[in-house]
């Protein structure tokens, strides 16, 4: 699930490019969670520089492959963490076609590749942790499993500190809204319960009420009590835009962040046991309509 955050990086101008890596992940051998025609979010936009393109589908393919192996059903958590370890050697050693394309997109951009390894540190999390006891606990699983992947954007646009934590919130907030959709997936097929288990306590629930097939009272307060909780995150990524040099990617992330406070909407209204909620084709097109414009406009006025 750590990839989650990931999806939102744009528009599917690159999703081919990143498809066509897809076979290098048959070198972990892992069962596919997913392709990129089902992720909550799209993969990446034309309003991401060109050049940059090829670089951005190379990071999502290095972390598809990576939430492949952490979630395939057929490893054990000590073959999963064995897998990701060598995932994380192969970005100095080059020894695996989906980190050595990445590593090498990254030397040439004079980028870490600390970026890629934060993530694994998540993804191996989710080999052996299934629970979350707090709100913090959750945060600090999303600072490795989403946090990267804006500074992934960050560094390679060479933007400053300034943006980080505006780009940390978006991230964050992204990964919890993807958390609460599918929270009913992941427990059935994963036995992997973001919610923190504190706040479902608190409402008088535990995780057995995602096996039901609805929402009962007590898990939809728990629902909307992290959503009180993600507003704020939402509330900052949405001055990401202004501190941002790059009228490209301020762009991007002012329509990320008016879908991730449109998901949130979706999200207080729906059920999502009973139903997906997902964001709609007008969704993204008011999102895009409204957002684009603004970031560009505001590129840079707070920096």
Known sequence: MAIDAAHAVGEAKVEDEADRVQPARSVSAPQPSKGSSDENFPVGSWLIAPALRPVVAHYY????????????????????????????????????????QLADDLAGLGVSTDCASDLLIAFRQDARVTRYESWDALLGYCRHSADPVGRFLLSIHRESDAALSASNALCTALQVLNHLQDCGDDRRALDRVYLPLDILAEEGVDVDALDAAAASPGL????????????????????????????????????????????????????????????????????????????????????
């Open 220 to 303: 939809r307060r728990a629902l909307d009590r992290v959503l009180d909780l993600t507003e704020p995150l939402i509330d900052e990524a949405l001055t990401l835009p202004s501190r941002l040099r790059s009228r490209r990617l301020a762009a991007e992330s002012a329509v990320i962040a008016r879908l991730a406070r449109r998901l949130a909407e979706l999200l207080r209204r729906g059920d999502p046991l009973a139903k997906r909620v997902a964001l709609s084709k007008v969704d993204f097109a008011r999102a895009g309509a409204l957002g684009a414009p603004f970031g560009w406009w505001v590129a840079g006025s707070r920096i």
């Open 61 to 100: 393919a290095f972390a598809r492959a990576a939430d492949d192996i952490a979630d395939d059903p057929n490893l054990t958590p000590d073959d999963k963490i064995a897998r990701l370890d060598a995932m994380d050697r192969a970005l100095t050693d080059r020894s695996l076609p989906v980190a050595a």
